[in-house]
């Protein structure tokens, strides 16, 4: 008979009805979420920045009760899923029971972070963390950086490291011996300009219940396409014994430079100076050693092409 009674009902104005009973079911439903309620909501906490001398077990995880005051879109939203917090620990207490924070404090960080929702209450009155003393020291960053360069290329100066130093924290068992940590390898192919690359911090080997508070670092250097040429200088010669006169020859040695093609081209003679120094107890009675002197910060290789110079001392 229900059936009857459908089918003979007008399948337009049917259609109208629904439309608009749907429409009155969104607009009841919209009033009601717009309006202010206090619900009840699980969220996990976080820790973050802990105190240098403190780490967290990593088995340890903490949840707390939070009562908000809010429309019921913005409560509707936090009861969707899980609900996650971070809490800073830089200002945790001690009692005899172990590391806690109070819900007032808890309550202060997380004011902001609420925005359009009041936070009524916590519960527990307070959070404890399974938390345990350690030692921190800050040790150098060794970076494990291979470059593939192009002919004629080369690194100026050395690789820049930043931050070249990071700080670790532990027990001193697995600590007290790392002094230099490294980076993981990682090899730049076909190099030929300035590069700066990203490079994960590499776990050391029995690192068990230690941190690393900074996950990577930044390896920077300097490359410059270099020539070289061949300068031929004269030869200064020191520490001549008083009564005597002391000649070399030859008077001039070359010296094979090396240096970025723009920083090449500028330099001279003048830029360098090479030296002969008579000693009495160490000269060989033919020949004294060459040394350079005096040489510009921005070359990258120098070789003298002879190392020893004849001499000849005479009395005046």
Do not use: H
């Not at 104005?13 to 979420?33: A, E, G, R, T, Y």
């Not at 409560?75 to 590391?99: D, H, P, R, W």
């Not at 068992?173 to 980076?183: D, L």
């Amino acid at each position: 008979m229900f059936r009857n009674f459908i089918q003979n009902l007008d399948q337009k104005k049917l259609k109208v009805f629904f439309v608009f009973l749907i429409f009155s079911f969104v607009s009841w439903s919209i009033s009601k979420l717009s309006q202010t309620y206090d619900s009840w909501i699980e969220v996990t906490l976080i820790p973050t920045k802990f105190p240098d001398s403190l780490l967290l077990k990593n088995e340890s995880t903490q949840r707390v009760n939070l009562r908000l005051k809010a429309s019921g879109f913005k409560l509707l939203g936090m009861q969707i899923g899980e609900k996650s917090e971070k809490v800073n620990l830089s200002s945790i207490s001690k009692n005899n029971a172990g590391y806690y924070l109070t819900n007032g404090k808890l309550k202060n960080q997380w004011e902001r972070r609420f925005s359009n929702a009041e936070i009524l209450s916590l519960q527990p009155d307070s959070v404890f963390f399974d938390l345990y003393q350690v030692q921190a020291k800050k040790v150098k960053v060794k970076p494990k950086l291979g470059l593939d360069l192009v002919q004629n290329y080369v690194l100026l100066g050395s690789l820049r490291v930043e931050p070249d130093s990071i700080m670790i924290k532990g027990p001193a068992s697995e600590i007290e011996n790392i002094n230099v940590i490294e980076t993981v390898e990682f090899t730049l192919r076909e190099v030929s300009e300035n590069f700066s690359q990203k490079l994960l911090i590499a776990k050391p080997e029995n690192f068990s219940s230690s941190e690393i508070l900074k996950s990577a670092v930044l390896v920077s250097g300097n490359v410059v396409k270099f020539s070289e040429k061949v300068f031929e200088l004269p030869i200064e010669v020191k520490n001549t014994p008083k009564g005597y006169d002391l000649r070399v020859f030859p008077k001039t040695v070359s010296l094979l430079c090396k240096a970025g093609e723009d920083d090449l081209r500028k330099l001279t003679e003048s830029d360098f100076k090479v030296v002969a120094v008579y000693d009495s107890i160490v000269t060989n009675q033919n020949a004294l050693r060459l040394t350079i002197e005096q040489k510009p910060k921005n070359t990258i290789a120098l070789r003298l092409l002879e190392n020893e110079v004849k001499f000849v001392l005479e009395p005046k």
